[in-house]
Nanobody
Framework: QVQLVESGGGLVQSGGSLRLSCAAS????????MGWYRQTPGKQRDMVAR???????NYADSVKGRFTISRDNANNTVYLQMNSLKPEDTAVYYC???????????????WGQGTQVTVSS
């Protein structure tokens, strides 16, 4: 089972930038997709950005044009560059690794412990 460790969260002013990192304990290329999700108290965990093993990306509408996900397969690390941050981006951000069993459509999710991002107005 992979271990995912996030880093890079913190407090930033509105309009600022942060880069989150997710270091995996094993090859991230073995997973069908890597992603970033976020969650605020009392709400569900939502997808922010995702990148497949082939490099295809998709983003939540709320972050398109501001956030960029990337991966470094050689170092088993996934990044989330966050620019033009807004107070509504405040959340705990979680790294995710997803494996899909193509024949059955079953998928397995692995999560990091999360990193807090706080954007002040």
């Amino acid at each position: 089972q992979v271990q995912l460790v996030e880093s890079g969260g913190g407090l930033v002013q509105s309009g600022g930038s942060l880069r989150l990192s997710c270091a995996a304990s094993k090859s991230i290329f073995s997973y069908d997709a890597m992603g970033w999700y976020r969650q605020t108290p009392g709400k569900q965990r939502d997808m922010v950005a995702r990148i497949t093993k082939y490099g295809n990306t998709n983003y939540a509408d709320s972050v398109k044009g501001r956030f960029t996900i990337s991966r470094d397969n050689a170092n088993n690390t996934v990044y989330l560059q966050m620019n033009s941050l807004k107070p509504e981006d405040t959340a705990v951000y979680y790294c995710n690794a997803k494996s899909v069993v193509a024949v059955t459509g079953t998928y397995f999710d692995y999560w990091g412990q999360g990193t807090q991002v706080t954007v002040s107005s």
